[in-house]
């Protein structure tokens, strides 16, 4: 069973091999046993299993709070805005999932993007088809990694992102499952196309 997730795999082993470098040469460290808690927190890898495998069913990316929806009439598209905040940084997954099963996979830098007075962000946006793709937006030292995959299955994970803002572009026609201020969870249903 794998515990940890890709991009934290090497940096839990060095934390390892250093505790027990560090309680052989000298004694047990409680600051560095901790580090080495608060790590396998960070880095630990959730099981989240889709329940419903309809092809209309779309999921959510990453364990997150819903602060924002937004209707964009001239593109005819649905923005739903995610929040990942620092609070629940040891409580939930921190693992990108992909949210619909896709075969083209397609991972762009957005640098530069504003989306907070106080910062601006190097976005990436991951695009599952033509109609339906997430912004990923970093906070300051966010953690964000995409792991290089041209094709997934629903729910699947795809990489890793810490804390920031996280917009799903849904098409016009889908029926949102989740509302402003609902918690959600990983791999839960969060809109289903074309109802």
Same mark, same amino acid.
């Given at each position: 069973?794998? /515990?940890?997730?890709?991009?934290?795999?090497?940096?839990?082993?060095?934390?390892?091999?250093?505790?027990? !470098?560090?309680?052989?040469?000298? *004694?047990?460290?409680?600051?560095?046993?901790?580090? !080495?808690?608060? #790590?396998?927190?960070?880095?630990?890898?959730?099981?989240?299993?889709? +329940?419903?495998?309809?092809? @209309? @069913?779309?999921?959510?990316?990453?364990? =997150?709070?819903?602060?924002?929806?937004?209707?964009?009439?001239? @593109?005819?598209?649905?923005? /739903?805005?995610?929040?990942?905040?620092?609070?629940? #940084?040891? &409580?939930? *997954?921190?693992?990108?999932?992909?949210?619909?099963?896709?075969?083209?996979?397609? +991972?762009?830098?957005? @640098?530069? &993007?504003?989306?907070?007075?106080?910062?601006?962000?190097?976005?990436?946006?991951?695009?599952?088809?033509?109609?339906?793709?997430?912004?990923?937006?970093?906070?300051?030292?966010?953690?964000? *990694?995409?792991?290089? +995959?041209?094709?997934?299955?629903?729910?699947?994970?795809?990489?890793?992102?810490?804390?920031? /803002?996280?917009?799903?572009? &849904?098409?016009?026609?889908?029926? #949102? &499952?989740?509302?402003?201020?609902?918690?959600? !969870? =990983?791999? *839960?249903?969060?809109?289903?196309?074309?109802?």
């Amino acid at each position: 069973m794998n /515990l940890i997730a890709n991009c934290g795999k090497r940096i839990v082993l060095v934390a390892w091999i250093i505790f027990i !470098l560090f309680t052989w040469i000298f *004694s047990f460290s409680c600051l560095l046993f901790v580090v !080495l808690v608060f #790590l396998h927190l960070f880095y630990k890898r959730v099981e989240r299993e889709i +329940t419903d495998d309809d092809i @209309n @069913n779309i999921v959510s990316p990453i364990d =997150a709070k819903v602060i924002e929806i937004n209707i964009d009439e001239e @593109n005819q598209k649905i923005i /739903l805005t995610l929040d990942k905040t620092y609070c629940g #940084l040891f &409580l939930n *997954s921190s693992e990108i999932r992909s949210v619909i099963k896709s075969d083209n996979i397609q +991972t762009q830098a957005i @640098n530069g &993007l504003k989306y907070n007075d106080n910062f601006y962000s190097n976005a990436t946006k991951i695009t599952f088809n033509e109609e339906i793709s997430c912004i990923f937006k970093p906070a300051k030292y966010c953690i964000k *990694s995409i792991y290089n +995959t041209n094709k997934a299955l629903k729910g699947q994970r795809i990489g890793f992102f810490s804390v920031g /803002l996280i917009d799903i572009i &849904l098409p016009y026609n889908s029926t #949102l &499952l989740v509302g402003v201020g609902d918690k959600i !969870l =990983a791999n *839960s249903n969060i809109a289903r196309i074309g109802e």
